[in-house]
């Protein structure tokens, strides 16, 4: 899948990874339809994730994340800690997406927002990314819910590594060498997931989606949420 990359410990490329996140910010602020590379499907078995998501910082903040980090879970990956970091590719209203996921296990694991210049950092802990944890198949327009996330720090200065749980503290590891800013500690608030938030998912999608190859399994994820 395009945007996709494995990272590994110590073996990060700085300066690859700046390229693609400002790549995903900028796709991500198009407000104004989807863009052309994300309008086909990469192969028959690509898919698309969605999931609303708030993290709750300063009420004077947005709270709506740029981009959303998901991680490829593999069968031997444990806790839910894996190190195929794969970031959102576009954003609209509420919603974040992966487009042409291909098929395999997936959980939100971190986010950031900007703004007055700075970036804001979010990393979820165990029981945040378990809330997010959802299979995707081959061919599907999954949601995986909507979700809020407290944004904690209990230190200015080294805050995930004083007061980071175990997941928190591996996924800072393996993002915090191209993000700055400042970095939260993140923690489940709610999680919500039932037939009238996935039905508003999918037809706002089907609106933010036209002129693409997703119009059709959306047609049909929509008749068949109606049945």
Known sequence: MNGSFYIHDNTIRKDFMKKAVFLVIAISLIGCGLPKNLRVADNKDSSVIGISLRTVTLSVFSNKPETIYFVKLDE??????????????????????????????????????????????????????????????????????????????????????????????????????????????GSLISAEKNKELERDFLVKSRAYFKDSEWLPLLDKSIEAIDK
């Open 76 to 185: 031997k990956d444990e806790n839910n800690l894996g190190n195929r970091i794969i970031p959102s590719n576009y954003a609209r209203g509420d919603y974040a997406y992966l487009i042409n996921a291909q098929p395999g296990k997936y959980a939100a694991v971190a986010s950031f927002f900007t703004q007055t210049d700075n970036s804001y950092n979010s990393f979820y802990d165990a029981g945040a990314i378990k809330s997010t944890v959802i299979d995707v198949g081959p061919n599907q327009i999954v949601f995986i819910g909507k979700v809020k996330i407290e944004n904690r720090m209990k230190n200015l200065y080294q805050n995930i590594e004083q007061n980071g749980d175990k997941a928190q503290l591996h996924y800072y590891n393996l993002l915090k060498t191209f993000m700055y800013g400042t970095f939260y500690c």
